[in-house]
């Protein structure tokens, strides 16, 4: 990948409930085993699972991770989510409207601007709640995004929300049912992170 962070982002994706140790992150399920280490992203798929399948890829993918470069740790956005408080599993770390639109579509994101300059985690409340949090090159970047998918989101009817900008950090807050909730939590966060 492009940074250890893209690597950790493309990885973090769609995690797997079970977790064995080997590079910087991964998790196995039905035969596929994900991992990340660096900036590399492996996933080692078995024909067919059968015993032993999870010990054969582990030992696999820990032979392939000893010759590559060490890790970098998970992106500093991310660690800022995590100890914001937001659920760890539900954090997904990127750059891009594609993969945005992936996670919750909203006709308006198209007016973060969202590019490769733009650090960006989506993740959940832990009272319920959704949190997209996104830091441009510029404050005048964050203030030009904050204002214009504010408009949008209000015309496209998107039910609870609120925006809180702190220097080059946009934070968005959705999904909590009060006005005065999101409003509490976006400040909160922007304070924080």
Same mark, same amino acid.
């Given at each position: 990948?492009?940074?250890?962070?893209?690597?950790?982002?493309?990885? !973090?994706?769609?995690?797997?409930?079970?977790?064995?140790?080997?590079?910087?992150?991964?998790?196995?399920?039905?035969?596929?085993?994900?991992?990340?280490?660096?900036?590399?992203?492996? $996933?080692?798929?078995?024909?067919?699972?059968?015993?032993?399948?999870?010990?054969?890829?582990?030992?696999?993918?820990?032979?392939?991770?000893?010759?590559?470069? *060490?890790?970098?740790?998970?992106?500093?956005?991310?660690?800022?989510?995590?100890?914001?408080?937001?659920?760890?599993?539900?954090?997904?770390?990127? !750059?891009?409207?594609?993969?945005?639109?992936?996670?919750?579509?909203?006709?308006?994101?198209? !007016?973060?601007?969202?590019?490769?300059?733009?650090?960006?985690?989506?993740?959940?409340?832990?009272?319920?709640?959704?949190?997209?949090?996104?830091?441009?090159?510029? *404050?005048?970047?964050? $203030?030009?995004?904050?204002?214009?998918?504010?408009?949008?989101?209000?015309?496209?009817?998107? *039910?609870?929300?609120?925006?809180?900008?702190?220097?080059?950090?946009?934070?968005?807050?959705?999904?909590?049912?009060?006005?005065?909730?999101?409003?509490?939590?976006?400040?909160?966060?922007?304070?924080?992170?």
């Amino acid at each position: 990948m492009g940074s250890p962070a893209d690597a950790y982002g493309v990885f !973090h994706w769609d995690l797997a409930a079970e977790r064995p140790a080997v590079g910087e992150g991964a998790c196995y399920e039905a035969g596929l085993l994900k991992l990340w280490t660096g900036r590399f992203f492996l $996933r080692l798929l078995a024909e067919r699972e059968q015993e032993g399948t999870l010990t054969g890829l582990t030992s696999l993918a820990r032979a392939v991770t000893a010759s590559l470069p *060490g890790g970098a740790g998970r992106p500093s956005v991310v660690r800022r989510a995590e100890d914001a408080g937001l659920i760890v599993d539900s954090l997904r770390y990127f !750059h891009r409207l594609e993969t945005l639109n992936a996670i919750g579509y909203y006709e308006s994101w198209q !007016h973060l601007e969202l590019a490769a300059e733009t650090d960006a985690v989506w993740g959940e409340l832990p009272k319920g709640g959704e949190v997209l949090v996104v830091w441009y090159p510029t *404050g005048d970047a964050a $203030r030009r995004a904050g204002s214009a998918v504010a408009k949008a989101l209000a015309r496209e009817s998107a *039910g609870v929300f609120s925006i809180a900008r702190r220097e080059e950090m946009l934070v968005i807050v959705l999904g909590t049912g009060e006005l005065t909730v999101a409003q509490a939590e976006a400040q909160r966060l922007a304070d924080l992170m």
